[in-house]
């Protein structure tokens, strides 16, 4: 038997034989580490698939031919030849959680390194690495950056689709006995392919995702035995990679979990940096865009900064608007310089305003686009990404620059290091506002792949610059969430539609590979500016609070009852962050009957978040059931306080009275088992749940 490695996360668990010629074969792929096992040598000697000795069909990157039928991970030419590539050879090595292994093609003249790693937050992530050694140049068409193993039998893929203002929406199919592909093709991570999946069979669930903001495609093959490779990686244009001789490729990162919770936890614990070293308690944010859109008028801005802090806001984030001559959304991107006639002083009698109030500063930018009217455009019309002789696609009236030259990032460098450099800024909104068409660079190749790369580039070379400075990531709402985007941000604007309702799903949606505090979540005016809809503002807030909270209204606007309302759940949030957003507390359940609840749970106390959506349709709501993750801490419980103090119920019984007034204690074990007997609740109504234990309560384990 040759070699058997084992990549062992705790969580999850991959077992991988590596041939003399081929891919490294994958024996098991799942929750307990498999051994060497007489097992193996049987299955090997028994395989057909019409060669005379048949080719494994489960293996990682397989490559195209030689007897391998199913869908090529790698692949690629060199100027006709060498199509088809075969890597054996492997050497193997481990440093700490990484194992790389180091195959050859003697023929094709290649070399493929695969790392993986086993992440102490029980992921297991794999990315590849490929070198021509050949003497001329080899074209790549693809090189995925992993391949993981799913079960035979039915399976059912997660997804998530959407458009602006609708991301995140779940997506179950079933698989049928064809390839299953996403390919996103917009340039950025897009709102209606988000590169992230949860595979379901009925013995095994695992999520995947590609940590990338740009290009990308998913496949789940069928192999012949019924099983499933399900590979993830970059998608190329025709001609994008050319690797010159010596020249390598290296793909993205994808990484696997058993679930939502391990996802998070290697968001917190691995993935993002934060500022400090450890990031602080999210601050409530007022963001100026729906309250003034591009009408920056500095007295009234300093006035609803102001009000801001009355309200216990503890960031000002001044958007769209601050520069060149932007009056509307059609000129300026590009032109960095403050705007003389909204700003004739500068910006800092705003900004030493705001952090006078003890307040952050953050300002939007949205550094990768030009509008055709501008100054930049003006003096480098061939800075954008177009091709020569193609129409000139606009989107939101706006191109994108080509950040890949150095005299462009160089240039968008030092006008956003100007702003940070002069100003008390501690936040950026790095937005992205369209998508990429048709993107060359100079020379007419395409550019995407590099640009992605270019981007994060930018982003490091700020974050190097201004360590102390937070990155939100934007794209027209939710278009850049991914675990490339996380590594170097600290927040993602979910969605820009803050309509409550539709945040119920969108929220629940992004939940599952993002951990709560990372999302924007803002309570903004009512009727909402994007669908009409008019909500309370305890809808508002109960829908918002879990998250990284914010407000995005003229706070001006405000009678002083809500004013005394919103200041009642910004104190409840500062409250309850620590607990919403501390490691393995939050949960979150499938919605029933339009009813989604949400929360988190330690040992002392318990938030849980009930939200009607549409209308129920059963004369009744079926009690709530806590989830393990709740009732795990057993003991008896009460609910100490619900929120909104009135919640709106379309019925009442007097013992749901008693309930929720406090008055019944009861064993965390029944709320589990026989579930809490909550009233119904309105449509588009929420209401929070705080529960405590009793002290020398009865403890059920
Ligand atoms: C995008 C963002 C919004 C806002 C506007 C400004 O649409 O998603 O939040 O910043 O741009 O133009």
């Not at 030419?77 to 050497?91: I, K, L, M, S, Y």
């Not at 968001?267 to 944010?285: D, I, N």
Request: hydrophobic residues 40%.
């Amino acid at each position: 038997m040759s070699e058997i490695i084992i990549i062992d996360s705790g969580q999850l668990s991959l077992s991988l034989r590596l041939p003399d010629l081929g891919m490294p074969e994958i024996l098991s792929f799942g929750t307990e580490p498999v051994e060497p096992d007489p097992l193996f040598e049987i299955e090997r000697s028994s395989r057909v698939n019409g060669m005379d000795v048949a080719a494994p069909s489960s293996v990682l990157l397989p490559t195209g031919g030689m007897g391998f039928f199913g869908w090529p991970a790698i692949a690629g030419h060199r100027g006709g030849r060498d199509f088809v590539a075969q890597f054996g050879n492997w050497t193997f090595s481990r440093d700490g959680h990484d194992t790389v292994l180091v195959g050859h093609d003697p023929v094709a003249k290649l070399e493929l390194s695969i790392t993986l790693t086993a992440h102490p937050s029980g992921l297991i992530s794999m990315a590849t690495k490929l070198t021509n050694r050949g003497e001329s140049d080899y074209q790549l068409d693809r090189c995925m950056a992993a391949t993981f193993l799913a079960p035979a039998g039915d399976l059912q893929v997660m997804s998530f689709t959407g458009i602006w203002g609708r991301e995140f929406q779940t997506r179950r199919e079933l698989l049928g006995n064809g390839t299953w592909i996403q390919e996103n093709r917009r340039g950025r991570t897009s709102h209606d392919r988000f590169p992230m999946l949860f595979i379901e069979s009925e013995t095994q669930i695992f999520g995947v995702t590609l940590g990338f903001s740009g290009n990308h495609q998913m496949v789940i093959d069928r192999t012949d035995d019924g099983q499933r490779l399900v590979h993830l990686g970059e998608l190329f244009e025709p001609g994008e990679v050319i690797l010159a001789p010596g020249e390598s490729y290296r793909s993205p990162i994808a990484y696997a979990g058993a679930d939502t919770e391990d996802f998070h936890a290697f968001v917190r614990e691995e993935l993002m940096t934060w500022p400090g070293g450890a990031m602080s308690p999210r601050p409530v944010t007022l963001n100026t865009w729906e309250g003034n859109y591009f009408d920056h008028r500095m007295d009234s801005l300093k006035a609803q900064a102001t009000a801001a802090a009355e309200l216990g806001i503890e960031r000002f984030v001044l958007d769209d608007g601050w520069f060149g001559k932007r009056d509307d959304d059609t000129t300026s991107l590009g032109d960095w310089d403050i705007d003389a006639r909204k700003y004739p002083e500068g910006l800092k009698p705003l900004v030493d305003h705001v952090t006078g109030l003890g307040m952050q500063f953050g300002i939007w930018f949205e550094p990768e686009m030009v509008n055709p009217v501008s100054e930049l455009y003006k003096a480098h019309p061939d800075w954008a990404l177009t091709i020569e002789g193609r129409p000139i696609l606009e989107s939101r009236t706006q191109l994108v620059l080509d950040l890949t030259r150095s005299e462009v990032s160089d240039y968008l460098f030092g006008k956003i290091d100007a702003v940070l450099s002069n100003h008390d800024v501690s936040y950026i909104k790095w937005d992205m506002n369209r998508d990429l068409t048709h993107a060359a660079g100079r020379d007419g190749k395409a550019k995407t792949a590099a640009q992605t790369r270019a981007v994060y580039a930018l982003m490091d070379r700020i974050r190097a610059a201004h360590p102390d400075v937070e990155i939100e990531s934007c794209a027209s709402g939710g278009g850049r969430i991914d675990y490339g985007a996380l590594k170097r941000t600290h927040r993602v604007w979910t969605s820009d539609c803050t309509d409550a309702l539709e945040r119920l799903e969108i929220q629940r949606g992004a939940s599952v590979f993002v951990p709560p505090e990372i999302l924007g979540s803002h309570i903004s005016a009512s009727p909402n500016h994007q669908t009409g809809r008019r909500h309370t503002l305890a809808f508002r807030a109960l829908v918002a609070i879990a998250y990284h909270l914010g407000v995005e209204l003229n706070p001006l606007e405000l009678s002083d009852e809500e004013r005394d309302e919103l200041k009642v759940y910004i104190e409840t949030y500062k409250r309850l962050r620590d607990l919403f957003h501390a490691p393995g507390a939050s949960f979150r359940m499938e919605p029933l009957d339009g009813r989604y609840v949400w929360g988190a749970a330690s040992a002392e106390k318990i938030v849980v978040i009930v939200a009607q959506g549409p209308q129920m349709v059963g004369e009744q709501p079926a009690p709530l059931r806590l989830p393990d993750q709740v009732t795990q801490f057993g003991g008896q419980w009460r609910i100490k306080t619900v929120l909104s103090a009135e919640p709106q119920f379309i019925r009442i019984s007097e013992g749901q009275k008693a309930l929720l007034s406090g008055a019944v204690t009861f064993a965390l074990s029944s709320a589990g088992l026989a579930g809490l007997p909550l009233p119904m609740l309105t449509p588009e109504s929420a209401l929070l749940l705080e529960l405590e234990p009793i002290k020398g309560g009865k403890t059920h384990g």
